[in-house]
């Protein structure tokens, strides 16, 4: 089935340095979107690429989208330490109406 | 957008017993879901709550084990019936609308301990 798998990673950066997170996925996609999640409550929704764009930005956000790769970069610019927090992507398909997580990558930014 | 309001946030709970969690959007959403993400891990979805008729569960989650309610387009609970420690988790709803190219909201989860 569908999933979105981001490489597993815990980055520790320092306050006001970049941090980029990854994301693979397995079939053809509609869409693929972050999700950020703050001491494991609710997720919030960052930034949704389709399939037919390559880049996209949002604020400090940049979201990268290769196709023919089948993956996905998170690049957070200039970070702050409420940044801290971990961050999922997920993939809509075509035909079906649930989202597929990965796994998600957990970044600490020191202050 | 939407805003969900999901409760309790947390409890405790005896083996055996069971526990029923509320989400309450504040606008009509067609689809809404449940999911359940042990610490650290990914979100499992639990079922596709469906208005009006059963819900659609996921392959490893049986409707006697987690009854789903959807009496309306912005309402939907989900009962851990019988619960194990197993079932210590947190579960949280979601919604989203039909079109595809449309974004999940999340209520902020329900942290369960089953002891």
């Known amino acids: 089935s569908q999933q979105g798998e981001e490489d597993p990673q815990a980055l520790s950066i320092q306050e006001g340095e970049n941090a980029t997170m990854n994301c693979s996925y397995k079939t053809s996609i509609n869409n693929l979107q972050w999700y950020r999640q703050n001491s494991g409550r609710g997720l919030v929704h960052l930034i949704l690429?389709?399939?037919?764009?390559r880049e996209k930005h949002s604020g400090r956000l940049r979201v990268t989208l290769d196709t023919s790769k089948k993956s996905s970069s998170l690049l957070i610019t200039a970070s702050r330490a409420a940044d801290t927090a971990s961050y999922f992507c997920?993939?809509?398909?075509?035909?079906?109406?649930?989202?597929?997580f990965g796994k998600g990558n957990q970044v600490v930014v020191i202050p | 957008s939407a805003v969900i309001s999901q409760k309790p946030s947390r409890d405790i709970c005896q083996r055996g017993t069971s526990l029923t969690i509320q989400c309450q959007v504040d606008?009509?959403?067609?689809?809404m879901f449940w999911y359940r993400q042990q610490p650290g891990q990914s979100l499992t979805l639990i079922a596709t709550a469906n208005q009006g008729s059963e819900a659609t569960y996921e392959s490893g989650f049986v409707i006697d084990k987690f009854p789903i309610s959807r009496p309306n387009l912005t309402f939907s609970t989900l009962t851990v019936s019988n619960m194990s420690p197993e079932d210590s988790s947190i579960y949280l709803c979601?919604?989203?609308?039909?079109?595809?190219?449309?974004?999940?909201?999340f209520g902020q989860g329900t942290r369960l301990t089953v002891v």
């Open positions: 606008s009509q959403v067609t689809m």
């Open positions: 979601s919604a989203r609308d039909s079109l595809m190219n449309t974004e999940a909201f």
């Open positions: 997920a993939t809509a398909t075509y035909g079906n109406n649930r989202l597929a």
């Open positions: 690429i389709r399939s037919n764009e």
